[in-house]
């Protein structure tokens, strides 16, 4: 048992030295990859490398499952999306055809606040039983002003409402 250890061990040790050699030889004369070195056919190779902050200028649509190597179809991007909103598009579940859009709220404080609040009254909770009583309270109203609605997001929303096959 130790003599296969030992083998186990040293087949180990050459195994990290390979992929450290390897490592360090790519580093030091290895050409850069380009944006799809295996010629693969999903959407993360479609960008450049390294990829943009938001990866695709246009969403783009795909009409199969290997959207790289399938023929160009239409429509190739989405159309219609508002660029002043978090809006969102949403697709039904077995034909990806578009259904809805969701226009997602504007960043606030209250996530924050609401995580704070939970985390002292699970912490508190841990000491004494009135550690959930006490720090509920801040928790109940930071999570109620979070998902009180507000008449400005919500007329923008029903403003941006529309059909998602018409731009």
Same mark, same amino acid.
């Given at each position: 048992?130790?003599?296969?250890?030992?083998?186990?061990?040293?087949?180990?040790?050459?195994?990290?030295?390979?992929?450290?050699?390897?490592?360090?030889?790519?580093?030091?004369?290895?050409?850069?990859?380009?944006?799809?070195?295996?010629?693969?056919?999903?959407?993360?190779?479609?960008?450049?490398?390294?990829?943009?902050?938001?990866?695709?200028?246009?969403?783009?649509?795909?009409?199969?499952?290997?959207?790289?190597?399938?023929?160009?179809? @239409? !429509?190739?991007? =989405?159309?219609?999306? &508002?660029?002043? %909103?978090?809006?969102? +598009?949403?697709?039904?579940?077995?034909?990806?055809?578009?259904?809805?859009?969701?226009?997602?709220?504007?960043?606030?404080?209250?996530?924050?606040?609401?995580?704070?609040?939970?985390?002292?009254?699970?912490?508190?909770?841990?000491? @004494? !039983?009135?550690? =959930?009583?006490?720090? &509920?309270?801040? %928790?109940?109203?930071? +999570?109620?002003?979070?998902?009180?609605?507000?008449?400005?997001?919500?007329?923008?929303?029903?403003?941006?409402?529309?059909?998602?096959?018409?731009?």
């Amino acid at each position: 048992m130790n003599l296969l250890s030992t083998i186990g061990a040293a087949m180990l040790a050459v195994g990290v030295a390979l992929f450290v050699w390897n490592a360090w030889h790519s580093r030091r004369h290895g050409v850069p990859a380009g944006a799809d070195p295996w010629q693969a056919n999903t959407l993360e190779w479609a960008t450049a490398s390294p990829p943009p902050a938001a990866n695709f200028v246009a969403v783009p649509v795909v009409h199969g499952r290997d959207p790289l190597w399938d023929p160009p179809a @239409t !429509p190739t991007h =989405v159309a219609g999306l &508002a660029v002043d %909103a978090r809006e969102v +598009l949403v697709t039904t579940v077995l034909d990806a055809q578009p259904d809805h859009r969701i226009v997602f709220p504007v960043p606030t404080i209250w996530p924050f606040l609401s995580a704070l609040a939970l985390t002292a009254l699970f912490v508190a909770s841990i000491f @004494t !039983p009135w550690g =959930v009583v006490w720090p &509920a309270i801040p %928790a109940t109203i930071a +999570l109620t002003l979070w998902f009180w609605p507000r008449r400005d997001p919500t007329e923008k929303a029903r403003a941006l409402e529309r059909s998602p096959l018409v731009p």
